[in-house]
């Protein structure tokens, strides 16, 4: 798990320039995600996690969107500062992006082999077709799609089947990074916790680091390594799984917490966040948190909280200490 560092962002700042205004999406990210490592990112709608991976791949379309500042280092390389022949190179080969809406990302006029066959040809010029088309029947496999539907058509398959699909077109290049944003969030409960189980299994065979988006603390406790929770886009709290889980620091990843059924042993204590993040095009200059935190006093909107260490890479930004204590 201590692999070496694949991937590390710094201070990565993004905003959409719209008819409303300037939305500040991402306001100075810094993460880290190890080789074999899956990184679980998490918060809620609008908090700026699709902006984050796309910008790690050069994905924000400008207008409206533009990457403002920051570095994005792939194995040492700016991502941001290179060629557009390296470019390609990390987004076909290195890094591979699963996108949230699984009818969006598949070609309704290719069959899924093909699909998965073109990603293959074009990873490994030397193969005959028959090697290629073994290739690809063998990740259908791996992601749990028997052999005999390779020719069929992604409006044959089942929403989780074709996320399936998506899964195996993704990790076919094999990549050293996925970028999996809310892969499951389309699903219903079941099959999201079976796609969920194979993505486990076939992280840990491939050795593929992960970054997995997800709106729902409790998908990401089944799955990764570390947690960054993010808010009004800025890391809040970062660390490692059971440190977050244990020992949560931040007021809004113990509401986060609170508000996961499975995960509150006296269901009356299942209580949803009062409030709603502030609006992106207008933040306050405190705490984003504060209007909605139990905890705040008036030093919380006098300025943003740096992001401190409170050991063991467990990364805070509050200026209060609430360990131990019970919100309301
Ligand atoms: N193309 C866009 N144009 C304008 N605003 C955008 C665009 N994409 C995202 N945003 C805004 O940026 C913020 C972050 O969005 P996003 O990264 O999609 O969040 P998340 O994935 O966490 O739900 C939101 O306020 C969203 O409305
Ligand atoms: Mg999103």
């Known amino acids: ?77 700016n ?36 699909q998965i066959e073109e990603v293959i040809a074009v990873h490994n010029n030397s193969l005959s077709k028959e090697e290629i088309r073994e290739r690809a029947i063998a990740m259908l496999k791996r992601v749990g799609i028997s052999a005999d539907r390779i020719d069929e058509y992604p409006h044959q398959f089942s929403g989780g089947m074709k996320q399936r699909v998506i899964i195996a077109i993704a990790l076919a290049c094999n990549p050293k990074l996925l970028l999996a944003d809310e892969p499951t969030t389309a699903l219903d409960v079941t099959i999201q916790a079976q796609v969920l189980d194979m993505i486990n299994k076939l992280k840990t065979e491939m050795n593929t680091a992960m970054i997995l988006i997800s709106h729902d603390l409790g998908v990401v406790a089944q799955t990764c390594d570390r947690v960054a929770i993010i808010y009004a886009g800025r890391i809040v709290e970062t660390g490692n799984l059971r440190d977050i889980y244990k020992n949560p620091k931040h007021p809004y990843t113990v509401g986060l917490l609170d508000s996961i059924p499975s995960l509150t042993r006296d269901t009356k204590r299942l209580k ?4 709603l993040m502030p609006d992106p095009t207008n933040l306050p200059s405190g705490c984003p948190f504060a209007p909605r935190c139990n905890y705040a006093s008036s030093a919380c909107s006098e300025a943003v909280p740096e992001l401190t260490d409170r050991g063991n890479g467990h990364l805070v930004r509050c200026i209060k200490d609430i360990s131990g204590k019970e919100g309301q």
């Open 1 to 77: 798990m201590n692999g070496k560092e694949l991937l590390k962002i710094e201070d990565l700042e993004i905003r959409y320039e719209t008819d409303d205004g300037i939305v500040y999406a991402l306001n100075g990210v810094s993460l880290h995600v190890n080789e074999g490592e899956t990184l679980g990112l998490v918060g809620e709608t609008g908090a700026g996690k699709t902006t984050l991976a796309k910008g790690i791949l050069r994905l924000i379309q400008t207008p409206p969107g533009k990457i403002v500042n920051g570095k994005v280092y792939f194995e040492g390389k």
């Open 79 to 114: 991502v941001l500062a290179m060629s557009d022949h390296d470019l390609h190179q990390v987004r076909g080969n290195a890094i591979s992006m699963v996108f949230q809406d699984p009818m969006t990302s598949l070609n309704p006029v290719m069959t899924v082999g093909e």
């Open 272 to 275: 949803p966040i009062k409030g």
